[in-house]
């Protein structure tokens, strides 16, 4: 069965071996942060709707996991913002019942947590990975870029009403760039919200692939390390890169696969390597195939070269 709505596993930074859900098309965000690595969003919306087949998302699942393949988690990310599917809490129903094996975890900017039927729907997670990047507003709309009727007043309230009516593990990400919300003003602010919501954890995090905008950088690793110990007692970690845990895939299905990988978010040849539990050498000769056959495109990053999905000329 071809796989639309899933992909990897991969592992992650945070969760380990990690099935991803996808439940919007392509960059369909309430943000357009200038950091985000999977580019500029191209649906600007605080609509909640049936993106993509509630139906098809579970027959996927189903095959998929009907073999009780080795995970750590299954992930509701993806190139998007997963709660604006209306069917999300159906979702994540349907695979606590039938696998409660698995860690449910989601990755979410919050900003639609201020919705009280949003919340509801999600009491099946084990793990919420909200985020924060701003308080001050004028930092909110430069960094992050929401769509109209979003405020961080707003943001912060649905945290804020998610911790108090959730026994569900949160941990709070904070997305740092340099010259905009690394300041000692906004870092205070920060901190005084964060303390406002109370995650089980807080995690400082920075750029690593090439972000929508060409002119972020990332904040130094010292200086990460500077934040979390002036945040504390606060519990803070600056996060790491992913562990060696590999999934394994086919030469057969290796294309396919990477492909899959880089849609989401650009990767390096050894990104690619660890994800997909192939050689680095096999990844690299796959790649050069795929540049030239213009399926990929290679672009420089603070890391080395990166590889992204090329663009469909009109």
Request: aromatic share 6%.
């Amino acid at each position: 069965m071809s796989r639309k709505h899933l992909f990897g596993p991969v592992p992650s930074r945070r969760l380990g071996l990690s099935l991803g859900v996808d439940l919007v098309p392509h960059k369909t965000c309430s943000l357009d942060c200038i950091y985000c690595e999977s580019g500029a969003t191209t649906r600007h919306t605080i609509v909640r709707d049936e993106y993509v087949p509630t139906d098809a998302v579970l027959a996927e699942l189903e095959d998929y996991l009907r073999s009780s393949p080795p995970l750590d988690t299954v992930t509701f990310s993806g190139a998007g913002e997963p709660t604006l599917h209306r069917d999300i809490g159906r979702i994540i129903g349907f695979v606590k019942q039938r696998w409660p094996e698995y860690r449910l975890a989601l990755i979410t900017n919050g900003t639609l947590l201020h919705d009280a039927v949003l919340r509801a729907s999600l009491a099946g997670l084990d793990l919420i990975l909200p985020s924060l990047d701003a308080v001050s507003p004028e930092v909110f709309r430069r960094l992050n870029r929401p769509a109209p009727g979003l405020t961080v007043e707003l943001l912060l309230d649905g945290l804020c009403a998610f911790r108090r009516e959730h026994d569900i593990e949160m941990w709070l990400e904070v997305f740092l760039v340099a010259g905009v919300n690394d300041t000692e003003h906004e870092l205070a602010l920060l901190r005084e919200a964060i303390t406002r919501v109370a995650p089980h954890r807080v995690q400082l995090n920075t750029l690593d692939r090439p972000g929508a905008e060409d002119w972020v950088r990332p904040v130094s690793s010292e200086r990460l390390q500077e934040i979390a110990q002036a945040w504390r007692p606060l519990q803070v970690e600056v996060i790491a890169r992913s562990p060696e845990k590999t999934a394994g895939v086919s030469v057969a299905d290796l294309d396919e696969a990477i492909v899959g990988m880089v849609e989401r978010r650009p990767c390096t040849t050894a990104d690619l390597a660890a994800g997909l539990g192939v050689p680095v050498a096999t990844v690299e000769r796959a790649v050069k195939i795929l540049v030239r056959a213009r399926r990929l495109e290679a672009v420089e990053g603070e890391r080395g070269v990166f590889y992204r999905q090329r663009p469909q000329r009109r």
